[in-house]
Structures are given as C-alpha cells and as structure tokens.
C-alpha cells in the first residue's frame, strides 16, 4: 500500500506537468481546432529559457535564494516563451487560417522540425545538465512515504497556476472572448470581439503554462536536451484528448491521469513499456469514448 | 515619429520603418536568451555560458531589415501582381506542363547513366564516372525514390480517401523487419520476401485500420500516431527478437535473378566482364525502387477509375453522402489503408535490403511526419505534385550535406549538416504559406462529362475522416 501511495504522488507530480502542456493544446483545438504540434518544442523551449536564467543568475549575480531563483526562471520564461508562441502564432497558423485543414498542422509539424533543431544549432546537441535546486524531502509520519520538496513545489505551483487560469478564463473580458470564440467565431467576430487578438492571446496563455511546465521539468530531472519536447508534447496531448478535447478540467484530469498510468505502470509491471500504456490506453479510451471523459460529444452536422 | 506622422501618416515608407524597428524589438526579446547566451560544459561537466552579442545583433538586424523591405517594396509589389482574378476552371495547361510527366520519367529513366557520362567526361577515366556515380545515384536517386514511393503510398489514405495518417512510418518498419527477420533467421530470398513484406505490412494496416474506424480526422490521426510510436517501442523494447536499439544487421542483399552483387568470379561484374565496382549494385537499387514507385503510381492511376478508388474519393468528398449512397465506408477504408500500409510494406524491405542494417531509430516520427509533408506539400492526390516535393525536400536536404564551399565562407567549424533539419522545418512552413494547396494543388476529375477540367485548387476539397 506504501509502494502503491509513494508510487501515486510520483505519478501526480508528473501528471502535474502533463496537466499545464495539456491545457495549451486543449485550448489552442478548441478555439481554431488544429493539433498545434509545435506546443512541445515550446514546452522544451521554455524550459531552455528557464536554464539559461539559472546560468545567467550564478553567473552574474551569484548567490540567490533559490525561491527567487525559481521565481525569475518561471518568469521570465513565461514572458519570452509566450513571445515565441505570439511569433509563431503570426507567422506560421494566422496566415493558413480559413485555408484548407492540413495546412496549418503541416506548417506546425514544420515548426516543431524548426525549432527542436533551431535550439539543437544555437545551444549545441548535448544534455544540459543543472545543479539540483531543492533537494530533500519530509517523510509522511509512521510510514515510508517520502514526498520530496521538488515535488511538492510542482503540485503547488501547477495548483495556483490552475486557480490564476481558472479564474482568468471564467472571470474576465478576455476569458469570456476565448469561451464565445470557442463557440462560435463568425458570430464572435460579428459581436465586436476581436477574435485574432483572442486567438493570439489564446496561444500566448498556453505558452506561458508550457513554459512553467518546462521550468518545472527543469527543475524536477535537473536536465533538458533539444529532443526533450517530442514526448512530453504528446503525452501532453494524449492527456488533452483523454480527458476530452476542448475541456480545460479534462486536460488536467487527462494530465494527472497519464502520470498516474505511467508511474503506476513503471512500477507494477515494465518501465520499459510505459509509453506503449499510455499510448494504447489513448487508442482504447478514443476508441470506446470517443469524445474523452469530460469532453462533449461531437455533433455530426448534415 | 509624432512629426512625421502629422506630415504623412500613411507613407508606406513610414509604416515600414515602424514595422521594421517593431521587428527588431521583437527578435530582441525572442532571440536575446536562446541565442545571446550559449551553454557549454566545462571540463566538470558544469554548464557555463558564453555571451554572443555579435550574433544576436545580426538575428536583430536581419529581422528588421527583413520586416522593413517587405513592408516597404515586396507586400506591394505582389499585390500589384496577385490583382488577376482566378477562375474554378484553370486556363489550358501549357504543352511542357502537359508532357512533363514523361519528361520526368525519360530522366529518371536514364539519370544514372547520364550521371556516369557526365563523371566520365569530367574525370576522363570509366572508373572515376562509375565510383563518383555511387554518391550522386545512391544518396540523391535512390533517397528521393524512396521517399516518392512512401509518399505515394501514403497519398493512397491520405489523398485520396482523405484518412489522415499520422503513423505511417510503422508499415515502413513492419516491411522493413519482415525483410531483416525473415532473411536473417531462414535464408530467404528478396523476391519472396518483397510480396511478403507488403501483405504482412497491409494485414498490420488492416488490423490497426479496424478499431479506428469509428474515428475521424484529428482523432484518427493521433491514434495512427499512437499506433506508429508503439510499433516502434516495441521493436526497441523487445530485444529478444529485433535486438532493441542495436537493431538487425547483415541483412542479405538482393540479387538480380540469382546473380549476386558480389566481387567474386560469379559475381554481376565479372560475368558481364565489367571492372570491378560497388555501382552495379547501387544502379541495380535504383532501377528497382523507380520500378517499385513506378508500381505504385500505376496502382494508384488505376485505382482511381475502379469502383473502390472512386469511392475513396467519394470517401474524401463526403462521408455521409457516401453512407446514404450505400458505399460501405468500412471496408472503403480498410482497403485504402491495407493498400497504403503493402506499399509502405514494400518500401521498407527495399530499405532494409538496400542498407543491410534496420534499427528502430530509422522509424522515428519525424519519417511520418516529413512523408505527411511531402504528400500535402506536393497537393493531396497528385502524383507529379508529390514526385517534384520529393525531390525538393529530400534533394535540397541531402544537397546541403554537398555544400562545401559554406565552410570556406563561414569558416571550417561551419557544418551545413546541421542545418539540415532546421531549414527542412522552415522549408515546410514557407511552401505551406506560400502554397496552402501544395505545389500542384488543382485536380484532374476521375469522373467528368464531356471534357476533362482541371479544377482549380481553390474548389478542391479534402477529406474528414
């Protein structure tokens, strides 16, 4: 039971990550329906800018508490990764919008192609390795579960991250604007929205929790490379398609989900397979649910 | 700014040293991290940085002035030239348009040979043309073959029954480790192995084909993608049969009707009376995969103007209207992806025979996902389309690995194999915008009355499904 509860915080914490990646695709579907495959690299992306903070920080400055430290990698990771996403949104998907469906999932294969080997150029092949930041752990009294402090971090700062994103979407102007453009974007644009400056925002927002996410990946493995974004990015999507494409609380239920799965899996039957679980668990849940677990059925319009 | 505006507020000059400097600001704050700093490991394995200003100035500039002659003479220039109206009907093909088709095929045809004359006349000896030839007909010929026939075969789900297929790359492996296993463990031939790969790569098709019948577009395609990356970690996690990632080698060649490709006296060469060469093997290769593509595209033509190739354009067009006209969409869809997934199967033999070496890194995602590209690159259904993408994209990438000469200019750490992917990535990107429908997006009907029209790509329609 022990094994089986340190084994569920193990996969929580994971899935935490998977969650935030998770949201940027349910969000970017959702609104202009397109599999926004570039969202990984971003993911890997952010998690680069939150390495070279760190570096610059110990460098330039040196010794800084590492809540700070942590706090300014997430930061300004957040605001340059979201640039990125803005750039990418404009230069890349805006163009092919109302073209024809594969022509913006062909031009973000192409920039997930672009900018995994863009970072392989500028930042060089090899693993990039940091000093671990939060070390230590408590452990759960009268038992053997321990909880490492960098895992409590991620559970922490993914929580305040979903209550901020929640109450951005279901609160405010701009979240109302995402909800009616995700409804409806002709009759959206008809009420005055603004609905490419909603889109942009849209893929803005995603970027930023990916790059929380990254700084988090960061921070829990200690190291990144350029091909760090491909998996994650499609776990990260098969969460979102888990728990229903298009519903924010199914990316997270998605994201906790895959962790669980693959923690679990790891443990009790084969590491090496964990990704074939999560994957085939994917292909059952599409095939038998179709619409995911919180998702709305798919109308089928004549 | 606040005077020249009162003076001129809508100068196109003035609008784009605004867009330009905004450019500039832009790539700043893109660019001022990932590329200002580099991170290098010390001798500790410790990461250090090192600053590049110069660089990061020249990403800045060149996004400015970029953004600033756009704005200022390209953008108005080709809206002056885009003001002609389009027509659903495009206008006669010209006479070198209508040919081009043979054309192509004469020069592939010929091209190693060609190939060999040019390197002869250029080197002056029979055994330079032929040894020089190996790198031109091998990296160039028989690579972009390769791709045209996977392309090909894809356009088949793709294309025409408008089944997106994110997985593709895992018939490729399926044919690829039935050639290696199957040679290595019983001995047996190419030439059975070739048929049999592609039936045990069109059942794998029809049994990853039967439970996604139900999907449609994005879901199906995530699940095909699920499909492809498990195959590939179960040919990497099940060591005991496909050896994991050292994966198979000393896999057998092919023979031409029993005559090995070997240097020995029953060898091809010496019973021709040829000088000794590793070219026969490699013009063999080549022959073999145009004749295999070549297969492909004949199917294909053909299949278009069968019942099951039209209801897979019907497939594409409208699935309802399919359904309520009595066409079952099951087998509809099964047959197209079992016939996709045998040629896939064929090419992956092809592989494994032409490299002697098969390992789950050559089954990567990206190999979907560029044959993905080269089909709606190229315009879904169009075969000559998807051939001139082929030979782009692949051609342009293996063409940088040849540009020595960049190092002479940007000095001898300058690898240009670098940048192969990262332009390949843009390439796609800049085609995409430029091209929404691909190269030749318009599309000959296979069923018409009186006179065969292009359509035009603008009322081209692709699948759902």
Redesign the interface.
């Known amino acids: 039971m022990e094994y089986f509860i340190q084994q569920s915080i193990n996969g929580l914490t994971l899935g935490s990550i998977y969650g935030l990646i998770a949201i940027g695709y349910t969000m970017v579907?959702g609104i202009i329906?397109m599999?926004n495959f570039a969202h990984g690299d971003v993911f890997m992306?952010g998690a680069?800018?939150a390495?070279?903070?760190f570096?610059?920080l110990t460098?330039f400055i040196g010794g800084v508490p590492v809540v700070l430290a942590l706090l300014l990698m997430m930061i300004?990771a957040m605001l340059?990764t979201g640039?990125?996403s803005w750039?990418i949104e404009r230069?890349?998907y805006r163009?092919?919008r109302g073209?024809?469906?594969?022509?913006p999932?062909?031009?973000a294969?192409?920039?997930?192609?672009?900018?995994s080997?863009?970072?392989?150029?500028?930042?060089?092949p090899?693993n990039?390795?940091?000093?671990p930041l939060v070390n230590g752990g408590i452990t759960i009294y009268g038992t053997n579960i321990t909880v490492a402090y960098k895992q409590m971090v991620i559970i922490i700062v993914t929580v305040i991250l979903l209550a901020a994103f929640w109450y951005l979407v279901n609160k405010t102007t701009l979240g109302r604007a995402q909800r009616s453009c995700e409804q409806d974007r002709k009759m959206a644009a008809l009420l005055g929205i603004d609905v490419d400056k909603t889109i942009s925002m849209t893929f803005v927002m995603g970027a930023m929790l990916a790059a929380v996410a990254g700084t988090l990946y960061l921070m829990f493995y200690g190291v990144i490379s350029f091909t760090d974004g491909?998996t994650p990015g499609?776990k990260a999507?098969?969460a979102a398609?888990l728990g229903g494409?298009g519903s924010l609380p199914g990316a997270v239920v998605g994201g906790l989900l895959i962790g669980l799965i693959e923690a679990l899996w790891s443990a009790y039957f084969?590491i090496?397979?964990k990704?074939?679980a999560a994957?085939?668990i994917?292909?059952i849940v599409?095939?038998f649910l179709?619409s995911g677990i919180l998702g709305r059925p798919?109308v089928?319009k004549? | 700014m606040a005077d020249i505006q009162k003076i001129e507020p809508d100068s196109v000059f003035v609008k784009a040293v605004k867009e330009g400097l905004l450019a500039g600001a832009l790539a700043f704050g893109l660019f001022f991290l990932i590329v200002g700093f580099r991170t290098d490991q010390n001798i500790r394995n410790e990461l250090v940085l090192n600053q590049r200003w110069g660089l990061l100035a020249i990403f800045v500039l060149v996004a400015g002035i970029g953004r600033f002659l756009l704005t200022a003479y390209i953008t108005p220039w080709s809206e002056a030239r885009s003001k002609n109206k389009r027509a659903a009907v495009e206008k006669e093909q010209s006479a070198f348009r209508k040919s081009f088709p043979k054309i192509g095929l004469g020069l592939l045809l010929i091209y190693p040979f060609l190939v060999i004359l040019i390197l002869w006349a250029y080197n002056g000896s029979i055994m330079g043309g032929l040894q020089g030839s190996l790198k031109y007909v091998d990296n160039f010929g028989i690579q972009i073959l390769i791709y045209v026939m996977l392309a090909w075969g894809l356009n088949i789900v793709v294309g025409l029954a408008g089944l997106l297929d994110l997985g593709y790359v895992a018939f490729y492996a399926v044919g690829a480790y039935s050639y290696a296993l199957l040679s290595t463990h019983f001995g047996l031939s190419f030439w059975l192995l070739l048929p049999m790969a592609g039936i045990f790569a069109a059942l794998w098709g029809i049994m990853l084909g039967f439970p996604v019948l139900r999907l449609r577009g994005d879901y199906l395609a995530i699940v095909t993608l699920a499909f492809g990356e498990i195959i590939r970690l179960v040919l990497i996690n099940w060591t005991v049969v496909t050896k994991g990632t050292f994966g198979i080698s000393g896999i057998a060649k092919a023979t031409l009707f029993g005559i090995p490709f070997t240097p020995g006296p029953t060898g091809f060469a010496a019973l021709l009376g040829l000088p000794n060469s590793g070219v026969y093997y490699k013009i063999f290769l080549y022959y073999l995969i145009l004749l295999l593509a070549l297969l492909t595209a004949w199917v294909t033509i053909r299949l278009r103007r069968m019942p099951i190739g039209r209801a897979w354009e019907a497939l594409r067009e409208d699935e309802i209207a399919c359904r309520s006209l009595g066409i079952n969409t099951t087998t509809t869809k099964l047959t197209a992806f079992a016939t996709g997934a045998m040629f896939g199967g064929f090419a992956g033999s092809f592989f494994a025979a032409r490299q002697g070496f098969v390992s789950p890194e050559s089954f990567v995602f990206l190999e979907s996902a560029i044959i993905l590209a080269i089909v709606v690159l190229g315009g879904m259904g169009s075969l000559v389309g998807i051939a001139i993408a082929a030979a782009v994209m692949i051609g342009g990438t293996e063409l940088l690995r040849e540009l020595e000469f960049l190092k002479r200019i940007f000095g001898p750490d300058f690898t240009p194999e670098l940048y192969r992917m990262l332009l390949f990535g843009l390439a796609m990107i800049v085609v995409m915008v430029w091209k929404p429908r691909g190269f030749v997006g318009n599309r000959e009907p296979s069923a018409f009355l009186h006179k065969r029209k292009m359509v035009s790509s603008e009322f081209t329609k692709e699948g759902h499904g």
């Open positions: 579907y329906g599999i992306l680069f800018m390495m070279i903070v570096l610059a460098t300004v340059l640039l990125w750039t230069l890349a163009p092919l073209s024809f469906r594969l022509a999932l062909i031009t294969i192409g920039m997930s192609i672009a900018l080997n863009f970072v392989q150029v500028t930042q060089g090899r990039k390795p940091i000093p491909f499609v999507f098969t398609v494409i084969s090496d397979y990704d074939v994957f085939s994917l292909a599409l095939i179709p798919e089928e004549v």
